[in-house]
């Protein structure tokens, strides 16, 4: 997708960039009381190295295991390919919220695309018009798109063209942390 990545890539980038500060893994793909429920990510310290504790939350028990950053990289991966369903990952500038539906996870950094936009270094064309054919089943944003600005709706963190797209092709489905739209 133009301006967005595989989520091993984000993953990648926030490790990498010691910038990852925790996530949490939710509703398992498959129902089995030997698989973790939750699974929880941290870095730590240990003998002056960092470290990402992975904790998998079980009904009666918790396991902690802490993993070097190129491990912690692949088994965050993994765990979001063939694990689970929803993902929060936590950084120092941002937060991820990835919603897995049995098809390639993506994602975009929407200040990053307008930003781009505005400068002349990214045309918005080619997502304006994914967005238009609703080929996203779910966009998740953390304000009402469809709310005035003094009400806390949109910002100017994506593109005119994006907004419209969204408005006009999407619908809100669910209102909680985040503003879950699916097309109309």
């Known amino acids: 997708m133009a301006g967005g990545t595989d ?10 960039g010691i910038s990852l500060t925790g996530a949490s893994l939710s509703r398992p793909r498959r129902s089995d009381p030997s698989r973790p429920a939750r699974v929880t990510v941290a870095p730590v310290m240990v003998g002056g ?7 998998a939350h079980h009904a009666t028990r918790s396991n902690d295991e802490n993993l070097t950053p190129e491990a912690a990289i692949e088994r965050l ?11 929060l990952l936590q950084s120092t500038d941002a937060d991820w919220q990835v919603l897995v539906a049995g098809k390639e996870v993506r994602y ?6 307008a930003f781009a936009a505005r400068t002349g270094q990214w045309d918005d064309r080619e997502l304006v018009a994914r967005v238009e054919r609703g080929e996203f089943s779910l966009i998740a944003l953390r304000y009402d798109i469809f709310a005035a600005s003094s009400e806390g709706g949109a910002a100017d963190d994506l593109t005119p063209g994006l907004y419209a797209a969204i408005r006009a092709h999407y619908r809100v489905i669910e209102r909680n942390v985040v503003i879950l739209y699916a097309p109309r």
């Open 49 to 55: 190295s960092l470290r990402y504790r992975f904790t």
């Open 108 to 113: 975009t950094d929407p200040f990053s695309l």
């Open 7 to 16: 989520v091993g890539a984000l993953i990648r980038e926030l490790v990498e």
């Open 77 to 87: 991966t993994h765990l979001l390919e063939t694990g689970f369903r929803q993902g």
